[in-house]
């Protein structure tokens, strides 16, 4: 736990040259990635790269064609088929959910997926040098058609082709505007590349790799299976519309609810988990899934997916654009025949997510809380957990800039209810133009600052240099000569929680960095974010 829990980058200079995927890797991560690449380091140097020369080739081959460069190139890429066949197996190990390498590192599978992604361009800029050096010495020779007819070869060449198109799908610009086209190609071409890597070439030792990391994904995949069908079956019981282009969705389990051990009786842990879930509506497709963070906020009940009263709420925002997408039709239908939704049951994956940081937040002495829009409602449960223990948390402020009004009339009232713990500070930016009678009701209900700027964001460096300034430290009664004696106490170590577009998030992150560097605190960030 403490080598998956301990980012080893975060220093403002790594922050200031390494891209952020890398600054906000944990000890575990990196030990793996040095190990991984040192392999690889290794392996390329003893096996690999003796090819180029032209003296070393005539010693394991013996033959003339050593020779010609263009034949070296060749075998040089030949001996990149066994570190493929590694990478392939380790690219199925971090989609499995639910396995053991979730545990063992302390990551959630959001937090896991980008290795997924890591390990697969990886895959296909080896298979890009692969097949290129063949390429090359058949093209020279001219028998390029000949060796192309041959049935291993050219179910390698069609497994780099399909490699390609998968690859094509993942990129961030294709998978967010087309889901689902995403969705049903790597459905479709993921056992089409493994069946044609099978046909092409050593066989058995691709099975003998990926033999572990295929059991687990199918253990994953029918325990999953059997928590979404069999456990329970969640029913709509309320929708609620906020403003046009957000619903409130509640569900209810029946007849049971999960846990987050996958048995009912099991209590949830203590403590804000983040979690999230993937639901699937069946009017809209049985079959595609959409995760969406779990906003129960009910106070003095319990808010987890394994909750004794089985009852969840998610708030569902349609995705800008001109496109039509699975949330737009969600909305869309939740706003104008909400029955249609409430008489038909739904498929919930889950518990999924958890806090990533280093210690539980009881063990700071700040708490940084930053959301935008509808980020709001993976933080909240934190917010919550920190208001229901008053007298073991660090000093708090939450900020939260919306421009919808309508969300800010829905979560009022739980706000309102956090500011009145004497340790929390909100401040909510409303960057809209709201009549000031309205703006009078949000501060009442809030109970705290509720600022109003025209499309103007809030001033995230001003604000997280107050709250890392530190704050007087006396005693009721204390008198004034007293008082005056007494240094600030500034905060040693600080916990940062945002989610919001990337571009708060980095804002947000840049800022904590830039206060960190000016003082002697230590700050920990957990992002929330659904980018895979």
């Known amino acids: 736990a403490d080598l998956g829990q301990h980012p080893l980058l975060a220093s403002p200079l790594a922050r200031a040259w390494l891209p952020r995927e890398l600054t906000g890797l944990r000890r575990a991560e990196l030990l793996f990635a040095g190990l991984v690449l040192l392999a690889f380091g290794l392996w390329l140097a003893v096996d690999a790269l003796p090819n180029l020369s032209e003296s070393a080739c005539l010693a394991r081959h013996n033959k003339v064609d ?40 302390g990551l959630s599978f959001d937090k896991l997926v980008k290795w997924h992604r890591w390990f697969g361009r990886a895959v296909v800029v080896l298979t890009c040098f692969h097949a290129a050096g063949f390429l090359l010495e058949w093209s020279l020779k001219g028998t390029l058609i000949k060796k192309l007819s041959k049935s291993k070869k050219l179910a390698g060449a069609i497994a780099g082709v399909v490699l390609l198109a998968l690859h094509v799908s993942t990129l961030d610009s ?34 003998g790799r990926c033999a572990v990391p295929l059991a687990l994904l199918g253990y994953d995949k029918y325990v999953r299976w059997r928590r979404t069908f069999r456990a329970a079956r969640w029913k709509l019981t309320a929708i609620k519309m906020l403003g046009r282009s957000t619903a409130r969705l509640d569900l209810e389990a029946r007849p049971s609810p999960l846990s987050f051990n996958g048995h009912a009786d099991a209590p949830a842990p203590e403590g804000p988990v983040c979690e999230w879930l993937y639901l699937a509506v069946p009017v809209l497709g049985r079959f595609e899934a959409h995760p969406f963070s779990v906003c129960n906020m009910d106070l003095g009940k319990q808010n987890a997916v394994g909750s004794a009263s089985g009852h969840v709420t998610l708030y569902v925002k349609a995705s800008p654009g001109p496109r039509d997408t699975w949330t737009k039709r969600l909305v869309r239908l939740a706003a104008s025949r909400p029955d249609q939704l409430l008489e038909d049951s739904v498929l919930v994956d889950a518990p999924h997510g958890g806090l990533h940081l280093a210690f539980s937040l009881e063990k700071y002495d700040t708490a940084l809380v930053f959301a935008c829009g509808i980020g709001i409602t993976a933080l909240l449960p934190a917010l919550r957990y920190l208001a229901e223990h008053p007298g073991r948390i660090p000093n708090t402020s939450f900020i939260w800039a919306v421009r919808d009004r309508d969300l800010v009339h829905e979560f009022a009232p739980a706000l309102g209810a956090f500011s009145k713990t004497p340790k929390i500070t909100v401040h909510v930016f409303v960057t809209c133009t709201v009549p000031e009678d309205e703006l009078e009701e949000m501060r009442q209900a809030v109970g ?85």
């Open 66 to 105: 050593c020779r010609q460069l263009a034949y070296r190139l060749k075998k040089v890429s030949q001996y990149l088929g066994e570190p493929l066949h590694t990478l392939i197996a380790l690219l199925l190990l971090p989609i499995a959910r639910g396995s053991w390498l979730c545990r063992a590192t």
């Open 174 to 207: 294709f998978r967010r505007a087309r889901y689902r086209v995403f969705w049903l190609l790597h459905i479709a071409l993921v056992p089409t590349l493994f069946v044609l890597l099978l046909l092409h070439y050593d066989w058995d030792g691709l099975l």
């Open 448 to 532: 705290m600052e509720v600022l109003c700027r025209a499309m103007e964001r809030p001033d995230l460096n001003a604000l997280v240099q107050a709250a890392l300034q530190g704050q007087e430290q006396h005693e009721p009664g204390m008198g004034s000569d007293e008082k005056d004696a007494l240094s600030i106490v500034r905060p040693s170590l600080v916990a940062g929680l945002v989610c919001g577009p990337q571009e708060a998030t980095h804002a947000f992150q840049d800022a904590i960095v830039h206060c960190e560097s000016a003082s002697t605190c230590k700050v920990h960030i957990h992002e929330e974010t659904f980018s895979f």
